[in-house]
């Protein structure tokens, strides 16, 4: 990392809510979950907005707190697959899957299980649940100690970019959530694959870390995709609607140049494009893991008032890129 990431200025004390993930910070998110509080913890994609995914009422804080419409479902967050079992029915595609990827940034979208217990409002009406085993191990802890499921949006306001870093959350969120649990910065920076195994083809929802191909190996079948090119499909995966992680700046793709009103986002070597207001380089050596790691905070520190539009070099659609891209066209999207 060199200093063009550099942490916000170290005057300014850090919110009170966000802690150190110790035993005594652990138990009393486990604590805060248990009561129908909101926790937002770090995983390896983006940082969480937790809420016990039994409970209605916890449930809806999260929609509530997020400004996030009630059709848009969320993910729930278990510690390994024997728990995810217990809310929804595997097949043997899911199985190789999870036992391949988890813990990781993959979720899959399953038949929920009857009688299991969880909310409603988590599926938002659908007859599916979307479950991930994170691998961070803050989010390990959390979920063990709480020994509950919980229900995980990313922890910003609906809409806005993904949070990768405890501040992300508080500078989003302020005074709705009373505990963010400290991780430091997410090591993937873009959000889980979302991949639906409810039906007889597998469907790819959003593109993250877990790449379609290594799937389609896996499993010995062509997966289908949609979102991410302009065919949208909310009622299959209402949350892919097209325009979302938008900054307030305007975003322009596939930039070759810079205006003098515009910020770069540069990738890979960027000598030959001068001017503009401010640039910041994803990954000068094009390392796209590097920049899918970046992403999110640097598309927030370009998102200045004097900046109309955040001007983005081209980036492959080749490994992560794919999902880089994908959160692009929606930031680019029109509003
Ligand atoms: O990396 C992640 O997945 C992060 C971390 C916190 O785990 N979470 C996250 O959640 O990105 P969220 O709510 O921002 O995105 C969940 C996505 C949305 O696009 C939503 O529509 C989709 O998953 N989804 C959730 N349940 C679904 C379901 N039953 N059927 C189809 N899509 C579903
Ligand atoms: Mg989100």
């Not at 509530?64 to 097949?91: C, M, T, Y």
């Not at 590097?290 to 070099?313: G, H, S, T």
Request: net charge neutral.
């Amino acid at each position: 990392m060199t200093d063009q990431a550099s942490t916000p200025p170290s005057a300014a004390p850090r919110p009170l809510q966000i802690q150190p993930p110790t035993a005594a910070s652990l138990a009393r998110g486990a604590d805060l979950l248990r009561s129908g509080a909101l926790v937002a913890f770090p995983t390896e994609t983006v940082y969480g907005l937790g809420a016990d995914a039994t409970s209605d009422q916890a449930v809806a804080a999260i929609f509530a707190a997020k400004g996030r419409p009630h059709f848009n479902p969320l993910i729930v967050h278990v510690p390994s697959l024997a728990e995810a079992q217990d809310f929804a029915d595997f097949d043997a595609r899911a199985v190789a899957l999870a036992e391949q990827h988890w813990p990781g940034p993959l979720t899959l979208v399953l038949p929920r299980k009857a009688g299991a217990g969880l909310s409603l409002l988590v599926s938002a009406g659908l007859d599916t649940v979307a479950i991930r085993v994170p691998g961070h191990p803050v989010a390990q802890a959390l979920l063990r100690a709480a020994r509950c499921p919980v229900a995980a949006p990313s922890a910003n306001r609906s809409g806005a970019v993904s949070p990768t870093t405890p501040l992300h959350v508080v500078e989003s969120l302020g005074e709705r959530v009373p505990l963010v649990l400290a991780g430091g910065r997410c090591p993937v920076g873009v959000e889980s694959t979302v991949l639906d195994l409810s039906g007889d083809e597998p469907v790819l929802l959003r593109p993250g870390a877990v790449l379609r191909e290594d799937m389609e190996r896996l499993l010995g079948l062509p997966i289908a995709t949609v979102g991410g090119d302009g065919s949208e499909s909310p009622k299959k995966s209402p949350g892919q609607l097209l325009s979302h992680y938008a900054p307030a700046a305007g975003v322009r793709l596939n930039a070759l140049d810079v205006a003098a009103d515009e910020a770069l986002l540069a990738f890979g070597p960027d000598q030959l494009i001068r001017g503009g207001v401010t640039r910041l380089n994803l990954s000068p050596t094009g390392d796209l893991n590097e920049a899918a790691a970046n992403l999110f905070a640097f598309l927030r520190q370009l998102d200045k008032p004097a900046v109309r539009a955040i001007a983005v070099m081209p980036i492959p659609e080749a490994g992560l890129g794919t999902a880089i891209n994908d959160r692009l066209r929606r930031a680019a999207a029109p509003r």
